[in-house]
């Protein structure tokens, strides 16, 4: 681990107490309802939805009234009101607003704002009240890309990508264009990328004809039918994608010349100032060697493979590379080469100019350049690894300095010079916080302080702490919730919440530790509630991670025990009444400890496990997995059906019918393997629901885990 | 309810006390390995397996030795020997026989057997030991049907028909040709019909194509496969069904023109004696208006409609006309016109010569005829309903005489010239007997009076009675289960197990009343075990069959309830641990009971259960409900998901994946219908299972279900 941390973060680790002001028998009392996202009394923190730049001007939207704030004086003013624009749209036969909330500032020289309604795209001008452009769109469209700078417009209808109106490609069902590719993994998010200027499209086309299908069974229909999903299992026939340019002018499309597809993943891709070239970065299969490679938009070739990285376990690019905006022929590149991620600046000669940040933490995001003191801004954990601060690094001598406070978890939004920033943040004792920072000067203006939304109810107390993993060296976090009328000189029944998986971290420096609704209303009813960040998790860097790679959940499970110890060391814990409950990869975990550890949890509730890798999509399981066919041995130990026939506890696994990203077939082999060892797992799902149950339904859901863990703990 | 009763069956209603010989302390207990089907240690009573006649002489097949036993004289020889038979198989290189069970002796007349294999059929002369014919077969042929006059073998391969290695229908996939149709309703069980001299071949064509297909998913494969089933929801649209008349010798086909098929039921086929006509007795969709109809099977043309019938509810026509072996222009005909099934003379041209048999008891079989006396022999309800005992009706005076004793479940197999008969049954404290009979002397000789399986064993007590239904007049038989160690100044939680769906009966007098294993399981464990046969249930009569009419479900719960006022009644009933158990139409009924008496019921486990009969088959679901167009009123009474936000007790639904008789949308809408009224119903699944969990996972479903009464009730 880090030896040079800011020593910080430690003084919050101590146990904070909350609700101390009000008598214990005056406190109200959470339900789900006010706990849980979905209910109908669920107790949001105050928000300033949409703050956005306007050039270096904070934009704030209301829902009748538009502000202007400025960063220098913190003065605000109205730019519109909601009436006015109404009046105009109407006036024009297009429709109207509800709230200021769908608006962008896009047009940093132009008292211009985008409007986005379900139906159209609107151009306003909000200084002189008057329509700039109106841009129809069809309601079906989605993957909708609006190019600012001239109007173009990009979407997808069904599986086809269109623009301005126009098919630009014309293929069967199961060939899709403009959408994200590869199950959104190595940071895809989308499938449309306008060129710098807007001249060129270049867009992901995905075949996915030779991909097995998974059905999902939908029972509201009259009789029931099949809802076909392509699912491409481990080790078995994956999609073939290739990169699209598209001309709007000429109406034609070229292909970049990538050569057969065929197991290969096209990441990252990114535009060079001046059109002429497109970045992306290529992958293997077998997710071990990647390369950043210059294709010539012009004719679709390859001019250059700039970058190679080869590692034994797995390489994951997940940052396409950015130009500095100050000098076309330099880049910055993130690697986690070195263990962290990190950036390197390149020049597009693919020569190594410098590595630019270096350390036992990681840079997490880039938000953008003050291009007046070349400085890059970033979020890093450079703080803590429960954390995400902000910092200006100056590009000339790598001097980093911190943007905002050092406490808690920050996100930024950048001004267009770079020299002011939204920083909203959280921390341990403040829900939410929203600033404008002037960089230059690091003084700030806040716009929000939001409330204690549970305020006046009865709270748990938090702690947070770390104990050693199982390798006896790294140091692992956790999260310990006791209820509010805690009595050391009792014992408690405790329930580890666990998650487990890569690119997860349960415990940040937010408002109460991150504390999961469930987690507080649990701690309420007399249990101990506690969760352990083991190695495998995010935030940690390369080794941390990886350590977990070729059997999943292993390494991950003895930490886990390391948690189990510690809470067993603990005078006031009821060591026979142990439970564990964590979706997805905290569902493989929860079975994973149930039936490595059958005389330790007496209880777990497991939802949407993996249950086999072999039964997990190609993208993410290979990479950490490899194949069935070239790691048998590691499919093997992790596979739960060979376990089971050590269930004893009461092991109830909730997992729905629609659920695209862990498949049923999961559970169900599952649980004919635990019939077929004369077991007794519980089952339950949520019709109709995918991975995760949502809205309203999902305080049902806890509610039912609240339930199995009365009922058996 | 009938009024003549032979009184002898209330005798049997009294406690009978078993296990009585041994000190308690000594039994053994009963495990469900012991008492489930499909456990390893299940307790068979002892049968001999396929006795059968030849002629007038039994055949009693056995491993090694075929015997042959005179049922005048009873004297036993050995017919044939097993080493002897795969002696002349082998240097035949036609294969092995593992034992004798799977010969039959169709010719009278002739010393030959026939033997049936997986890949062929042998006819094989027992006196001389020769192989008279061999006939192969394709191994994934099914339904075969080989005729043994002529030796023509009919069989299906996937859809179509063939005979004697010949395709006779090239019909495309769902398009069924030969096998049963309407899915086994109106008494159907076989698609192809041998005429008299073996001449011709009926067959049924069932056209599917135009039935919606529901998917059932497969996750046994490598990535999870739907198999479609075609599955006709109640006023969906149905399939089309024909029939064919095959000749072997031309090869051609003709089909019977019987106009359009839709929408119309074509059943129970039977042939005239010359060959000359077929009979059928068809149906309308409505299912209140049957017509039994000759066509001539030379030009397929319908010739005469000899008898019709019409109810205000339903018709269920489920036997094919019988002739009379000494008359060629005399048939029996079976109806439930007069409010019970009775055997009527009709000549040929539709004529009604006599109601051959009347009463307040139904006829439930022809066994056959004793052609010397000119008597019909049936097994029917006469004696009591919860019997079937064995009778010669003499057809010119109606006179009816008794074969074998008159207690409890009789089935018999009738010799070839009709003077003997196989006499297979059960009473309440014997378990199974088998006797040959004279019928004439009215003599029988005993071959097996099987032992108790249970000797040693632990058991409860077992008791039947009658309490009135909900209407208050007609009585109703229950049976109670009372724990071995029964303390009457004790109370006891109590399970009702129950079906209460037409066409079944729970209480019979077999042995031990018919108990169920998991019933005597579940009594050991200390729960007093209660079943009741409400209205609607079988062998009642039609008025007790058909009050259900349009709303099933209903009336039967009312008259369940009057079983718990019972219960009640009783003072060593805890009312407050009252638990419901029901697979399929019992399904339904438990989860009723609990949503119409939430009070009542704290806990219920059902399988397979029809929740809305508008996702159950037409062909038994419009019987009793017609369609949800024409009873919106009736399917809304019976739709569990209107009564959902009712649940208060523990529910436990089971529900396998590939049921398709019921199949799962019924269970899974259900279930949302719960999460969106706010209640928590349980779930489980038999992944691979049918509507019925068996095999040995049968037992885990019986320790599934026990374990859940025993959390909760």
Redesign the interface.
């Given at each position: 681990m880090k030896k040079n941390r800011n020593f910080k973060h430690l003084l919050l680790l101590l146990m904070i107490p909350f609700a101390i002001n009000v008598m214990a028998q005056d406190l109200k009392k959470l339900t789900l309802e006010n706990l849980i996202p979905g209910g109908e009394t669920y107790l949001f923190t105050k928000n300033l939805y949409n703050t956005q730049w306007w050039n270096d001007e904070c934009i704030r939207p209301d829902i009748d009234t538009l502000y202007v704030i400025s960063p220098i004086s913190g003065k605000k003013q109205i730019l519109s009101l909601r009436t006015e624009v109404n009046r105009v749209l109407e006036k024009n036969k297009l429709g109207k607003i509800q709230h200021f909330y769908n608006t962008s500032f896009p047009w940093p020289d132009k008292s211009q704002m985008l409007i986005t309604l379900p139906d159209k795209y609107i151009v306003y001008n909000f200084k002189t009240n008057q329509i700039v452009k109106s841009v129809p769109l069809d309601t079906i469209a989605q993957n909708k890309d609006y190019c600012t700078i001239n109007g173009n417009l990009a979407y997808t209808i069904k599986n086809n990508l269109y623009v301005n109106g126009t098919a630009v490609t014309h293929e069967p069902e199961d060939v899709l264009c403009g959408q994200a590719v590869h199950r959104n993994e190595f940071g895809i998010t989308k499938g449309t990328f306008w060129s710098p200027k807007g001249d060129l499209l270049a867009f992901y086309r995905m075949d996915e004809r030779m991909v097995?299908?998974?059905?999902l069974?939908d029972?509201?229909t009259?009789?029931?039918?099949?809802n076909y999903i392509r699912?491409p299992?481990a080790g078995?026939t994956s999609h073939k994608v290739t990169v699209g340019i598209y001309n709007p002018l000429t109406k034609d499309t070229l292909y970049l010349k990538v050569g057969d597809p065929t197991n290969r993943y096209f990441t990252n891709i990114s535009w060079s100032p001046n059109e002429k070239s497109l970045y992306l970065i290529e992958l293997n299969r077998d997710q071990n060697h990647s390369k950043l490679c210059r294709y010539d938009v012009k004719t679709g070739e390859l001019k250059a493979v700039l970058i190679e990285e080869k590692n034994s376990k797995y390489v994951e690019p997940l940052n396409p590379i950015v130009f500095l905006p100050w000098d076309e022929n330099k880049f910055i590149y993130q690697s986690q080469q070195d263990g962290f991620n990190h950036l390197y600046l390149y020049n597009t000669e693919g020569k190594l100019l410098k590595q630019i940040t270096k350390g036992n933490w990681l840079v997490q995001s880039i938000l953008g350049f003050n291009k007046k003191n070349k400085e890059i801004i970033i979020e890093s954990t450079k703080d803590s690894p429960l954390q995400s601060n902000i910092f200006s690094i100056r590009l000339k001598d790598g001097n980093i300095a911190p943007i905002g406070n050092n406490e808690g978890v920050h996100t930024g939004i950048l001004s267009t010079s770079g020299q002011f920033i939204i920083d909203k943040y959280s921390t341990p004792t403040l829900p939410r916080n929203i600033d404008l920072i002037n960089i230059a000067k690091r003084k700030s203006i806040n716009l929000l302080k939001a409330e204690n939304s549970y305020e006046n109810y009865r709270m748990p107390a938090i702690e947070t702490g770390t104990i050693k993993a199982a390798d006896g060296v790294t140091d692992l976090y956790y999260r310990l919730v006791k209820p509010a009328d805690f009595d050391s000189t009792k014992r408690y029944p405790v329930i580890i919440y666990v998650y487990g998986g890569p690119h997860a971290q349960m415990i940040h420096n937010k408002y109460l530790y991150d504390i999961r609704g469930w987690d507080i209303y649990m701690a309420n009813k007399g249990y101990i509630m506690f969760t352990l960040d083991n190695r495998g998790s995010e935030n940690r860097g390369m080794k941390f991670e990886n350590v977990t790679f070729r059997h999943l959940g292993v390494e991950e499970c003895k930490d886990q025990m390391k948690g189990v110890d510690f809470l067993k060391s603990l005078p006031y814990i009821d060591a026979n009444r142990i439970g564990v409950h964590g979706w997805s990869f905290g569902g493989h975990m929860t079975i994973a400890l149930m039936l490595r550890h059958p005389d330790i949890f007496k209880v777990g509730v497991a939802g949407g496990p993996v249950t086999d890798w072999k039964?997990y999509e190609i993208m993410y399981g290979e990479r950490y997995m490899d194949t069935p066919q070239t790691n048998p041995e590691g499919y093997k130990e992790t596979d739960l059906k060979n376990l089971a026939e050590n269930l004893k506890g009461h092991l109830l696994i909730i997992h729905n019918?629609h659920d695209d990203t862990c498949?049923?077939?999961h559970t169900?082999?599952f649980?004919?393997a635990c019939?077929?060892a004369?077991v007794?797992p519980?089952?339950?799902?949520?019709?109709?629901h995918k991975h995760n149950v949502i809205g309203h339904?999902r305080v049902?859901l806890h509610?039912?885990i609240t339930?199995y863990f009365e009922?058996f703990l």
């Open positions: 097995a299908q998974y059905p069974v029972v509201t009259r009789e029931a039918q099949v699912y299992m078995m039964y019918d498949v049923p077939q169900l082999t649980v004919k019939i077929e004369n007794f519980d089952l339950f799902t949520y019709p109709g339904e049902h509610e039912k339930r009922d």
